[in-house]
């Protein structure tokens, strides 16, 4: 059973950047697709980007292609999601998620380990 613990999240401008990071314990991590997921307030959490367990495949919400890039480091047992060119609409606690799925999935229903999230707030 992996254990998942975000980090990185923070106040940013828009415009700005930010890395967000996913430490994996408890299972072999390379066993697992993982996702990055965000929710507001009153919505349900909504897809942001996964990534397969080799980490040579990976696909994006539409809303954040182009600025947002996924990418793991199984030696490190980590994932990361690299946010640029953020807007105010980013703004959400992203979670990330796991499971042995492959390739990996944009459905949340599909993951069945979940960070504790971290908050990411844009200015604008």
């Known amino acids: 059973q992996v254990q998942l613990v975000e980090s990185g999240g923070g106040l940013v401008q828009a415009g700005g950047s930010l890395r967000l990071s996913c430490a994996a314990s408890?299972?072999?991590?390379?066993?697992?697709?993982m996702g990055w997921f965000r929710q507001t307030a009153g919505k349900e959490r909504a897809f942001v980007a996964a990534?397969?367990?080799?980490?040579?495949?990976?696909v994006y919400a539409d809303s954040v292609k182009g600025r947002f890039t996924i990418a793991r480091d199984n030696a490190k047992n980590a994932v990361y999601l690299q946010m640029s060119s953020l807007k105010s609409e980013d703004t959400a606690v992203y979670y990330c998620?796991?499971?042995?799925?492959?390739?990996?999935?944009?459905?949340?229903?599909?993951?069945?380990?979940w960070g504790q999230g971290t908050q990411v707030t844009v200015s604008s």
């Open positions: 990534i397969n367990r080799g980490g040579d495949w990976t």
């Open positions: 998620a796991a499971d042995r799925i492959h390739p990996a999935s944009g459905d949340a229903k599909n993951y069945g380990y």
């Open positions: 408890g299972g072999t991590f390379r066993h697992y697709a």
